[in-house]
């Protein structure tokens, strides 16, 4: 296929369709607000970025087959937010970055266990998911909470954060009197958990969904009308906008759920006052939300990176000049990385959800 000799092209391989289409189309969006505006304003060295997107099954073996063939056919200078830790896991054992010679940008989940070492061509949007439940385990300490349970997936990467919570939970003298674990592929668990809770984890004062956004707001959704109060809490993968979408009765009002980014709604930060004006400008179809919000950072520090290549077009020198991208303010929030740490951001958070379904910090 013929190249566009005008465009830079970034790719986002993802299921745009199925469970996880929410994820993927709310990074998409949030990535497209910033680049439309930035082709409005002249694109990056007279060159529009064009924003590429290839809906895959959320299968291991066909994304990275489908990450070959778009390095194939688009030649893009970078891969952005692949999904699903399965998904990630394979795309890093198969070193397709490497192989392609194309970074990859932003993950969800934040993936702990790929952090350390560093691979020189992953660059992260935000801190892991350990520090994101170590930050939820420490706000339920202040709070004088003392026993928790914990709900989640029963794979490698869900479990390890389990193992992190118990840790986090011993050193602040907080007990994990429960624990549910419930297959990916067999949700009908999920009600043996909630009943395991509303009987025999009473006792705990919260528990921290380790599940995706929708199982989460049933687990709340069913607490409540059990007459349950018990706090719930779930990593930033629980998206506020979708839990309130599938909670029931109001019900998703005081979920806490930690974040690796600002409140997009902020009226102060100056980041998130642009990331608003683009958004509206550019993607008036929709509504921005904290993975918008990601997926709009991320296409910032792009853009950095890319106006600072000779060749903007170069995959290779966008991974350098990513990696050279020391500590700045983005707009009221620092980023940066260096070869020894590709977490680009350090913020986290506890943020609650309101009534309306945004969140309050």
Same mark, same amino acid.
């Given at each position: ?13 993802? &299921? ?50 489908? %990450? ?5 056919? #688009?030649?893009?200078?970078?891969? $952005?937010?692949?999904? *699903? &830790? ?25 993936? %702990?266990?790929?952090?350390?070492? $560093? ?5 992260? $949007? ?10 939820? $385990?420490? #706000? ?6 003392? +026993?928790?349970? @914990? ?51 009473? /006792? ?9 956004? &929708?199982?989460?707001?049933?687990? @709340?959704?069913?607490? +409540? ?20 979408? #599938? ?8 979920? /806490? ?8 709604? *902020? ?16 993607? !008036?179809?929709?509504?921005?939300? /904290? ?10 520090? =792009? ?6 290549? &000779?060749? !903007?077009? *170069? ?24 070869? *020894?740490? #590709? ?6 958070? =506890? ?11």
């Amino acid at each position: 296929m013929a190249q566009d000799k005008n465009a830079i092209t970034i790719a986002q391989v993802a &299921p745009f369709s199925g469970p996880m289409a929410f994820y993927a189309q709310s990074l998409h969006e949030g990535m497209q607000a910033y680049f439309g505006w930035i082709n409005q304003q002249g694109g990056v060295r007279g060159l529009r970025v064009e924003l590429l997107a290839v809906d895959t099954p959320l299968d291991p073996e066909q994304t990275v087959q489908a %990450y070959a063939q778009t390095a194939r056919l #688009h030649n893009p200078v970078a891969f $952005v937010y692949p999904l *699903s &830790p399965t998904v990630i896991d394979a795309l890093m054992d198969a070193k397709i970055a490497r192989r392609l010679g194309i970074p990859i940008v932003g993950t969800v989940p934040q993936m %702990y266990r790929r952090r350390h070492p $560093v691979d020189p061509n992953l660059f992260f $949007v935000g801190v892991s998911d350990a520090r994101e439940v170590q930050k939820i $385990v420490e #706000h339920i300490a202040t709070l004088g909470m003392r +026993r928790i349970a @914990v709900v989640h997936w029963n794979d490698a990467t869900t479990t390890g954060l389990v193992d992190i919570i118990r840790r986090e939970a011993a050193s602040r003298g907080v007990a994990v009197v429960r624990e549910f674990p419930i297959l990916p592929d067999g949700r009908g668990d999920l009600a043996g958990a909630i009943e395991g809770l509303d009987k025999e984890g009473r /006792s705990a004062s919260a528990v921290i969904s380790l599940l995706a956004a &929708p199982e989460t707001a049933k687990l @709340v959704s069913d607490l +409540r009308a059990r007459g349950s109060r018990m706090a719930v809490y779930g990593p930033s993968y629980n998206d506020a906008s979708l839990v309130s979408k #599938h909670a029931e009765n109001g019900s998703h009002h005081g979920v /806490s759920i930690s974040q690796i980014v600002p409140n997009p709604d *902020s009226s102060i930060l100056p980041l998130a006052i642009d990331f608003r004006k683009h958004f509206a400008a550019h993607v !008036p179809q929709s509504g921005g939300n /904290s993975l918008s919000f990601q997926g709009y950072i991320a296409a910032r520090l =792009i853009v950095q990176a890319l106006l600072r290549c &000779p060749d !903007p077009k *170069s995959a290779a020198c966008l991974r350098q000049e990513l990696e050279n991208t020391r500590p700045h303010d983005l707009g009221g929030l620092t980023a940066g990385y260096s070869a *020894s740490n #590709h977490d680009g951001l350090s913020y986290v958070d =506890i943020g609650v959800v309101s009534r309306s379904g945004k969140l309050i910090r």
